[in-house]
Every structure is written in C-alpha cells, then in structure tokens.
C-alpha cells in the first residue's frame, strides 16, 4: 500500500508542476490531432540468487538464476490533440535455472505472446519532453517448459496504467521509457504436469524491472 501511495504521490506531483508550468508559457511538446506513431520498446531482467534449506539430517544449499526479456511493437493515431489510440504486439522469454546441493539443475523455460490495445495521453513539459500516461488492456499466453517437457499453459488479462516520459531527439524520432503499472490481473494456469487448472485475481503495483520499457518512437 506505500508503495501504491508513494507511486501515485509522485506521479501527481509531477503532472500538477507540468500543469503550472504551463500557465507561465505554452511553448511545451504537443502532438496534433492526426499525428501517428510507431513504437519499438524492449524490458530486460535479470537475478540470481543463493538460497538455503534445512532439511531432517541435513542443510540444502543452491542458486537460482533468472534472465528474461520482452519486446513490443505498437501504433497509434492521435485523435485529439496529445490523445493517441494504439494497438501493439508483443513476445517475451524468461529462464529459470536451480542448481540444487546434489548438482542436479531444474530449468523452467517460459514464453509469452501478448497483444494489447490502450489509450495514451502526454502533457508537455518542455520544448522536447512529455510526460505520458497509458491506459491499457493487455492479453498475454504463456507456454511453459520444466527441463524442456511441457509444463502447462496460462492466460493473463491485465487492465491498467502505465506512466512514462518522452524525449524527442529530433522531429521525427524519440525515446521513452515506461516505469511500472498499476492495475487489475486475472489469471488462468493450466497445469500440463497434473493436468490441474487454478484461477487468481490480484490488483497491485508493480515496480520490479520486467515493468521497465525502453524503446523508440517515430512520429509521422
């Protein structure tokens, strides 16, 4: 819950001093109606982490490692002024390996296929940088693998926020970065192993590093 006020905290800040900036000139970043963009943004994460165990007669020690990465493409068209509407695709992968005391090693391997409609306004701040907020609803399927053996499927229905900010380099080109999201997930996992299927719903904040985009735009 700090984290969630915390992070709305900020952000309102930020966009009040934007407003009252704006009061004192209006030569900020502004996107016409009938501006349209494509998007190239990519998430990259990574850990690894030692972990112990005790067991009856003995003391578990291992390591896990994670590596993961997502990569989404998008387009949009302005329908008001600094209002975009947009689809985007995207594909993810994430590694985990486990390294147990006895040196057998578990690898669980998962692959991700989303697409995502969502709604974007910006609110100019300077002559060449914005701050944006994305409404979206993202559908993701996962295909999962333990040791190269299907491990089962899942489905992910995200409705939520992202903020960000846009950094124009020139006319045409530009660099953003999202931070975060906060919203509503439902999920359905289907079990391949014990043939099982679970459900959970869950709205939280999310802030951990696969929620960090980086990515080009190209504004036309």
Not at 17 to 26: E, G, L, P, V
Not at 91 to 108: F, H, L, P, Q, R
């Amino acid at each position: 819950m700090k984290k969630i006020t915390l992070f709305v905290c900020l952000f309102t800040i930020a966009f009040v001093n934007a407003q009252d900036a704006d009061k004192t000139t209006s030569d900020k970043l502004s996107f016409e109606k009938g501006t349209q963009f494509v998007n190239l943004n990519f998430s990259v994460n990574s850990s690894e982490t030692n972990f112990e165990r005790q067991t009856q007669d003995q003391l578990d020690t291992g390591e896990t490692k994670a590596f993961g990465f997502s990569i989404n493409a998008s387009y949009a068209h302005a329908i008001n002024n600094n209002l975009f509407l947009g689809l985007g695709v995207g594909y993810g992968s994430n590694k985990n390996e486990a390294t147990n005391i006895d040196g057998s090693v578990n690898e669980n391997d998962s692959k991700s296929y989303q697409v995502f409609p969502y709604v974007r306004y910006y609110k100019g701040i300077g002559k060449k940088l914005a701050l944006f907020i994305q409404g979206e609803a993202r559908y993701s399927h996962f295909e999962n693998e333990l040791n190269a053996l299907n491990d089962g499927e899942s489905d992910n229905f995200f409705v939520g926020i992202r903020p960000g900010i846009t950094f124009m380099l020139n006319k045409n080109f530009a660099l953003e970065t999202s931070f975060g999201a906060l919203g509503y997930t439902h999920s359905k996992i289907d079990n391949g192993r014990f043939n099982t299927e679970a459900t959970s719903n869950s709205f939280n904040l999310s802030l951990n590093s696969s929620n960090l985009f980086f990515g080009l735009n190209y504004y036309f």
